[in-house]
Each structure stands twice: as structure tokens, then as C-alpha cells.
């Protein structure tokens, strides 16, 4: 198989006396859509957050296209983070910036001046939000500020995207239109997507690969028709929302 474009291997992490990330080894491969699925509080936003270096490792690396980003500094990650944009869980858009400026936030921060105009038009084509650039965040839907955190993390064209909790707070319908972009970005636009999500149908719709977290490491990958058939104690209680607690009748 091709050089994957994210490698992760023997990740840990540690917060004090907690060891939230215990030996991840993962691998990204270059234009799938990989979901990332585990119980609350497992570490998936911990281990999302050390792929652009947004978090350095305690131990074990993180390779991008084939380069450790594990101990660089902050001025030798800007070339990466171009590489993998991130959308953050809940959206983080800046209340008191237009839709536009916050799209344009990251191009700026990179000290770009040319093109931002049409750089920020095309990621609001993209996610299907044309036009809306003087907008206040105030005024949108919990739908169009997903669609505007999207917009903001594919403005400044990133070979992989990542997707903390995209569909959190959405009802079905805006859920599913939100799947629909995702896989129009890695089949429209070659994209390879990195998508950490509870949200079980949209595994089904999205996934080419999943991999599930439990306890600070990765205990299973596989493909969504594995999943669907695992007998796997661990992943099937979670496949079917089931605490094991009865329900009386
Ligand atoms: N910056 C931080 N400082 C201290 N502890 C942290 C930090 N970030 C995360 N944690 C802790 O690490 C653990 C894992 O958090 P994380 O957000 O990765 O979980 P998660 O799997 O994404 O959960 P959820 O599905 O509920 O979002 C939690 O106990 C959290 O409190």
C-alpha cells in the first residue's frame, strides 16, 4: 500500500496524573474517509488535536506525508497546518467577525494579502453557503455555522481536513447535509478526511475505514460492513446504544 499521509505511532499523552493517550498507533491513508469513534472522554479530540500539532506528543510521533511533526516548533509547523485544516468541535467562530472575516481569519494569520476575497468566496461556494460573507454568526443556523467552521478549514486548501464532532447539535436532516459535504470534499475535491463523530448512521454513509478508541489506544480498525457485523464486546454495546441497563416494560 502507498505512504499513508498521516502516521501515528506509539502516541501518548499525558494531562498531570492523567494518561489520556496510552500508545495510539494509527495510520491515514491518502484520500479515504477515516472515522474515529470511542466512548466520551476517550481521547479522540486529544489525539485529533496532535495531527496539525496543535498538541506536541509526551511520547511516540506524528508523521505528515512522511515527516515527523512531533518536535517541531511552532514556526517550522506553519507549512503542515496548511496541509491539514481542522474544523473544531461546536464551530469556534469569533462572535463579533462578519462570516467572511472569520473565513479569511487563517489566511490572514498566515500574513496572506492577494486573492483573499476569492479564497474565501470559494470555500462559502464549497459549503454551499454562497453570498454570505457580511452575515454575523448571530444570524445563522447551528447548520450554517458548521457550514461556515468547514468553510474555514478548507479556505486555505488543505490536502486533509479534520471534523471534531461535525454533526453535535444537529438535527437529522442538517446532519446528513453536513455527511454530504464531507464526502463531496474527498470525492469532488480529493480531500482526505479525518472525522471523529457519535453519530452512528453517518458512520455507515461516510466511513471507507473506522477505527475505534478505548482507553487511550486504538482497539480495532476495520471497514463499516465490519463494523456492522463485529461481535467485538466492546464495540457492539456502543454500535447499538445499549448501556446494559433494562428498560422496564
Ligand atoms: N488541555 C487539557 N488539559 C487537561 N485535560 C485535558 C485537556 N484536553 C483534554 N483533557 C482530558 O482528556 C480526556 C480526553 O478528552 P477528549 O476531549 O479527547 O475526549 P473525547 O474522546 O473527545 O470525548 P467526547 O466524545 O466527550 O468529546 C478528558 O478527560 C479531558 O478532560
Known sequence: MADPFIRVRG???????????????LEVHRGETLVILGGSGGGKSVLLKHLPGLLQPWRGTVEIDGEDISTLTERQLAPYRRKVGIMFQG????????????VAFSLREAGEKKGIRDRVAEALEIVRLPGQEKKMPSELSGGMRKRVALARAVVG??????????????????ADSIDHLIKDLQTGHGMTNVVVTHDMRSVFHIADRVAFIQEGRIHWTGSPEE???TEDPILRPFID??????WAT
Open 11 to 25: 502516541l501518548e499523552q499525558k494531562f498531570g496524573s492523567q494518561h489520556v493517550l496510552r500508545g495510539v498507533d
Open 241 to 246: 446504544g445499549d448501556s446494559g441497563e433494562p
Open 91 to 102: 464551530g469556534a467562530l469569533f462572535d463579533s467577525l462578519t462570516v467572511g472575516e472569520n
Open 227 to 229: 463494523l456492522k457485523a
Open 157 to 174: 486548501r488543505p490536502a486533509c481536513v479534520l471534523y471534531d464532532e461535525p454533526h453535535a447539535g444537529l438535527d437529522p436532516i442538517t
